[in-house]
């Protein structure tokens, strides 16, 4: 587990956890925790169950969402069962006791805090989501459940780095299509017509835009730390059948 020293305070428990410390086995080795994968149910039950005890809640609180790329956001008031969250990118809650968590194997996890309103944040922001806005969504429903954006903390955790995220002309086209300052997350690859994406710097830019009170990113890459984190992109690469996902989480201790 990977902490940040912009969210450690005495009311609140995060982390961005590797994939080390769990019991799965093969090409999910060891702390598979996606529901979405084709690992085994009690393995990853399990894994789930082994973040939930590190961050101080039982493994019926750490809820995270079916994700589906999209700018969504759900406000959390009680617990679900496992894989039966809403269809949203990222979850926002002001209950102690509830941890808040987003899976990623690439994409970028994005926790957020205000301690003094007891109000935290977790969003998925793959490439889909970053352009078409969960980050200030994010923000906008925990100002809703009485955060202040000037004391909003936001981290960004272990994504896949420009020097890995080769991109097509047609992805290129989107981006500048918006603005065409986005042409500088982009530079020429080695294919012809393609470009390297910086998905990270793109993440803080839509960061900066919400005028948060502090802005972190741990500044690792999934792709190339095998050791310590599962990435989509390398597994096709590979041409391997299946990945692990990493999970992000972040909670209001409870009294």
Known sequence: MIRSPLLDHPTLSHGFFTRQGGVSEGLYASLNIGLGSADARPAVFENRARVAARLGVGPEALLMPWQ?????????????????????????????????????????????????????????????????????????????????????????????????????????ERFVAESADHARFFTPSERAGHAMFDLPAFIALRLAAEELGAIGDLGLCTYGDEARFFSYRRTTRRGEADYGRLVAAITVRAA
């Open 68 to 172: 589906v790329h999209s700018p969504d956001v759900a406000v959390v008031e009680a617990p679900w069962a496992p894989g039966e969250g809403p269809r949203v990118d990222a979850l926002v809650t002001a209950r102690p006791g509830l941890a808040v968590g987003i899976a990623t194997a690439d994409c970028g996890p994005i926790l957020f805090a205000d301690a003094e309103a007891g109000v935290v944040g977790a969003a998925h922001a793959g490439w889909k989501g970053a352009l078409s806005g969960v980050i200030a969504a994010t923000v906008a429903a925990m100002v809703g459940c009485g955060a202040r954006r000037g004391r909003i903390v936001a981290v960004l955790g272990p994504t896949i780095s420009a020097a890995a995220y080769e991109v097509g002309p047609e992805f290129v």
